[in-house]
């Protein structure tokens, strides 16, 4: 299991296969300068970002799916380990942010659901849902995609949420560009969130 969770009352989790841009979307949310880049599969353990004033958080949990140099045995572990902390502090958590590479994201999907084998990023979606966590996709590196309204409608499909993707915006489905800044929709969904959790005082860190 994870060790070292500062004990706060609201936090915000990223999840997302490697090399998606987690790390990326976490320094403009923060400002803390996470490594970022080179080889897949960096992360490995939470990384908290912690606000003791506000009892509050945003952690980056490790990649799943693809970690290149690591067996696959400590892979599981690590997948056991993202479900636990999931589990565990679901009451805690306002908003699981799954973030996907859009450029990319919908291939994976149907290559591995071509196999017959459930995606990573459709089972981790279902199962925040399951474990009574609302998530938020960030569809990142949204500069690499031309037919942006086709590749959202893409995705919406394949996690089971009903295009147009637009009736998702502020809620559900959040296009960003995390290399360049590009973080508003984001933001907006995460907003959302905290008013719904009647957590207004934490709207400063996505303003
Ligand atoms: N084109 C483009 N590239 C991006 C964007 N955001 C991140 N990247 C790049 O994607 C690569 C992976 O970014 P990271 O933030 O390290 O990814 P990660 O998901 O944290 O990776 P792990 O540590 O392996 O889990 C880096 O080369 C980033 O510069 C984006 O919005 N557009």
New binding site residues.
Partial sequence: MFEDRPNRDAEVVLV????????????ELTGHD??????????RQPNHFDWTAQDFMFT?L??FGF?SGVKDERREQIQTDIVHYLEEYADHILAGVL?L?G?SAVEIIDRHADRGEVPHDVEMFGFLREVGIEPIVAV?????VDDEDERLNAICDRLGVYPPWQQWQGETIAP?????G?MEPLYECLRTRFHEAKRDDLLGFVS
Wanted: hydrophobic share 25%.
């Fill in positions: 997302g296969r490697s090399n998606v841009g987690k790390s990326t979307v976490m320094r996470v490594s970022t880049g080179g080889k897949p599969g960096v992360t980056d490790p990649g970690m973030v590479d450029n990142n590196k949204m500069d690499k960003i560009c995390a290399k360049r590009s």
